[in-house]
């Protein structure tokens, strides 16, 4: 009996296991060729190589959370499908070779138009694949930069960065260098990480860009002005004017929380507050707890006047709380 006689998809115990002791696409390829020289493989599993391997389909298998995508593009899907279908070029897989399995590692967007290709009825036994090593923190680089075809988003990229500067010990510059980027790209995306959940909503539906939601979101710390009120704001007003959405010119300069207004009416309170606390602290030792009772007379102040001043005043430094904690992670 010769190989070419024997099942096109047999894969036996021998072959089974010979190939669970495989770690490398080099070893899986040379391995398998003896396995069906010795007819312990069909030929349906015989690696071919040209630069790349080509390797079996069966042998291959995805776990679409090591992706760094938050949504995958589905025209891009079936592109890549048609791609498969009609044998034309595709771009290798990226795998990582594990006991004879291989796990796909970069292009899970065009393993899931090869399994639409595949679920439609085309006749695919093999596919070509590359060999990525390292580690997490290689496979992160290199789905980071094996984005040109199906761009990858902002958030996406900032959320990669993060992990590869926060798990993996790499620097600012030591993630430029790995995707082949400027670091003020890098620090720029580092610093996305870091916007209220709302404003980074409104990059990822398009509605700001990167630029202008850091601009925004810097100049309303420092000025203890609310990023996601302010940025809401201005989508309104974009939109008002037909726009869909905020750019550097829409975009206004961001009114304060409080003024001057605020502070002359929450004062008075304030003073009193202080006399109370004064009154009640000893001077020697620090007690537990100090209860202190304030009187406020409406008829020495607008008490609606003075709840809105004071909301203010705490907006301003929670505001400014929170661009403190921001900036101290990102250094």
């Not at 070509?128 to 496979?139: C, I, L, T």
């Not at 300069?253 to 004062?267: E, Q, S, W």
Request: include cysteine; aromatic fraction near 4%; hydrophobic fraction near 45%.
């Amino acid at each position: 009996m010769t190989a070419k006689t024997i099942a096109v998809n047999l894969i036996t115990e021998t072959a089974q296991d010979a190939l669970a002791g495989c770690n490398s696409l080099r070893s899986i390829h040379d391995t398998a060729k003896k396995l069906i020289s010795c007819n312990q493989l069909g030929l349906d599993f015989e690696p071919k190589r040209n630069n790349a391997f080509e390797m079996a389909i069966a042998l291959i298998y995805c776990n679409v959370d090591e992706a760094i995508r938050s949504e995958f593009d589905q025209d891009a899907i079936r592109g890549f499908a048609d791609a498969y279908s009609a044998g034309a070029y595709v771009e290798p897989l990226g795998v990582a070779a594990e006991n004879g399995k291989l796990r796909v590692v970069t292009g899970f967007t065009r393993y899931a138009g090869l399994m639409l290709a595949i679920k439609e009825g085309a006749d695919l036994k093999r596919v070509w694949v590359n060999q990525v090593e390292g580690g997490r923190a290689s496979e992160l680089v290199r789905q980071c930069v094996s984005n040109q075809q199906v761009q990858v988003s902002p958030l996406d990229l900032a959320e990669a960065y993060r992990e590869l500067v926060e798990e993996h010990g790499y620097t600012v510059a030591g993630v430029a260098a790995a995707v082949h980027r400027k670091e003020s790209h890098v620090r720029k995306l580092l610093d996305l990480v870091n916007v209220a959940p709302e404003v980074k909503d409104m990059v990822e539906k398009g509605q700001a860009s990167v630029t202008t939601a850091l601009a925004a979101d810097k100049h309303c710390k420092a000025g203890g002005t609310d990023t996601v009120v302010h940025m809401q704001e201005q989508l309104a007003k974009a939109q008002a004017q037909g726009a869909s959405k905020v750019t550097a010119k829409s975009v206004g300069a961001p009114a304060t929380l409080y003024g001057r207004k605020d502070l002359d009416v929450a004062a008075p309170v304030l003073v009193q507050l202080a006399d109370q606390l004064e009154q009640a602290l000893p001077l020697l030792a620090t007690p537990q707890s100090v209860k202190v009772e304030l009187t406020i007379d409406s008829a020495d102040l607008n008490l609606q006047d003075l709840a809105k001043a004071l909301a203010n005043i705490r907006a301003a430094v929670k505001s400014a709380q929170a661009g403190a904690v921001a900036t101290g992670k990102a250094a």
